[in-house]
């Protein structure tokens, strides 16, 4: 039985090195698909923090060799939109049979 990976979409924010009009950095945006990443079930659990209460949701997702996603990145996840938690970090490939090298931890909170 064959491993099917699905396309996601990573959504990377770089500063431009201009400043706009009020001395703010400008940003620029850059989007694309990766095909054949694999997502782990989600993770999700009830908030209560003060006066907030919510769900938050994470998945792990697995990324094929060769693909760089950057901390502070958003990758959309069957029409969702989630944020990078922390900073990804590949395995070494001589220790990683399989096409998927890159783990990377997203999530999002809502409520």
């Known amino acids: 039985m064959a491993v ?5 979409r990573v959504q990377v924010t ?14 620029l945006t850059e989007e694309f698909a990766v095909p054949d990443v ?17 769900v938050e ?8 060799r060769g693909v760089n996603v950057p901390a502070h990145a958003r990758v959309q996840v069957r029409g969702e939109w989630l944020d990078v938690l ?15 090298s890159t ?3 997203v999530g999002v909170v809502h409520g």
């Open 86 to 100: 922390g900073t990804p970090a590949s395995y070494i490939l001589a220790n990683t049979p399989g096409r998927w």
């Open 14 to 27: 770089t500063p431009s090195g201009v400043r706009d009009e009020f001395n703010r950095e400008v940003y």
């Open 38 to 54: 694999l997502i782990g079930p989600t993770d999700s659990q009830n908030v209560a923090d003060g006066d907030r209460e919510g």
């Open 57 to 64: 949701s994470r998945f792990t997702l697995h990324f094929p």
């Open 4 to 8: 099917i990976g699905e396309t996601v």
């Open 103 to 105: 783990p990377v931890r």
